[in-house]
């Protein structure tokens, strides 16, 4: 049998928005047992088509986790699930191949937002899934091609409930922090986002100076900085010699998601967690990611599970809040994507 070409389930413009084995309660087995990967909110078709050829062998709609999804089993024994599509184009029994359209990228069954949730089982279906699709195809001649996305927006793109999103990718080498000057921050500079965080009586203010540069020595696990070597660092104060760092309200850390109560704990309020603009800044040890978002949900238990659940689809081991509304402003190529014009609150403006 000649050796099967593996290939990812879209052509073009995609992006991971959640990996392999993230912890979690909104899985059964605790766990992300697959891939999640988004085409349509990132320029591409959407249309999802098998990882290599073989056969369909089940074809499911309104399955109450997985939505409308198919399985497709491979010469060399693997099957391989696709899930939450918007409808189906393929029937049991049907021979596919690279050209092949299984269906359609779209949000049925357990999920929030339009994306393909994918699976990689050995010798047959059992949850939940044992092999990491990413590790998978990428050690089976199918590096992952993600192009590039410095800008995303869209309505309902990235996550269900949201009516925008502006997203823009930070790389340690791009990321420099620039002190903050008011009246000057929409002109004078180019290519930049703000990270906001609260002014109010509770919250530690002294947690981030002006130039960002240094941190208050805080009980707090909610920052991170990048160091005189240029590595990402997630922790409490940043080491002697950082060059960048920034906090906000702990969604994630190192993996670990934390309660609302947690993040409270760390002498945050709840004032910014109402249907507002929010920004979440995210890394995976090798860049940042910085997101822009309207939230729907009200009161501020509703409000946190929601932000959760964007934290998950970031791919991002480590994601903070920062304050919601006046200081949220983002800046692509001279054109701003994002403005706000809350004066009285502070923030981060970071250079990218």
């Keep these: 049998m000649a050796e099967l070409v593996y290939r990812w389930p879209f ?19 605790g766990w992300h047992s697959g891939l999640d990967i988004i085409s349509k909110a990132v320029g591409g078709t959407g ?3 098998p990882i290599a050829d073989g056969t369909v062998s089940t074809c499911i709609t309104g399955h109450k986790s997985y939505g409308n999804y198919v399985l497709v089993s491979h010469p060399d024994g693997i099957v391989s699930l696709y899930a939450h599509m ?30 393909l949730h994918l699976e990689i089982h050995r010798g047959g279906y059992s949850y939940p899934a044992s092999i990491n699709p990413r590790e998978w195809l990428e050690s089976h001649g199918a590096p992952f091609d993600e192009k590039e996305v410095s800008e995303v927006s869209g309505r309902n793109s990235i996550y269900g409930k ?36 609260q002014a109010s009586g509770t919250v530690p ?3 981030i100076v002006a130039d960002g540069v240094t941190l208050a020595k805080m009980p707090t696990a909610s920052t991170i900085w990048l160091n005189a070597a240029g590595e990402l660092g997630v922790g409490f104060s940043p080491p002697t010699g950082a060059k960048q760092s920034v906090s906000g309200f702990p969604l994630r850390v190192l993996d670990r998601e934390y309660t609302l109560k947690e993040a409270l704990a760390q002498g945050w309020d709840t004032s910014p967690l109402y249907p507002t603009t929010h920004a979440i800044l995210g890394t995976n040890g090798e860049y940042l ?14 409000t946190w599970t929601e932000l959760q659940g ?7 081991h480590t994601v903070l809040l920062g304050d919601g509304g006046g200081s949220t402003i983002l800046d692509n190529g001279g054109s701003n994507m994002i403005v706000s014009t809350g004066n009285r609150q502070l923030a981060t403006l970071m250079r990218y």
């Design 11 to 29: 052509a073009g413009r995609k992006k991971v928005t959640l990996e392999y084995g993230v912890p979690g309660s909104s899985w059964k087995c």
């Design 47 to 49: 249309e999802v088509r």
């Design 86 to 115: 918007e409808r189906i184009l393929v029937n049991p029994g049907q021979q596919v191949c690279e050209s092949s359209v299984l269906g359609i990228e779209g949000e049925t069954g357990n999920a929030s937002g339009r994306h």
């Design 162 to 197: 949201l009516p925008k999103i502006h997203a823009v990718k930070i790389w340690p080498e791009r990321w420099k922090i620039v002190k903050w000057g008011k009246g000057k921050r929409t002109t004078s500079i180019r290519d930049y986002c703000c990270f906001p965080f």
């Design 205 to 207: 203010v002294g947690n």
């Design 289 to 302: 990611l910085y997101w822009v978002f309207e939230t729907t949900s009200k009161g501020a238990e509703a």
């Design 310 to 316: 964007i934290a998950r689809m970031m791919g991002c």
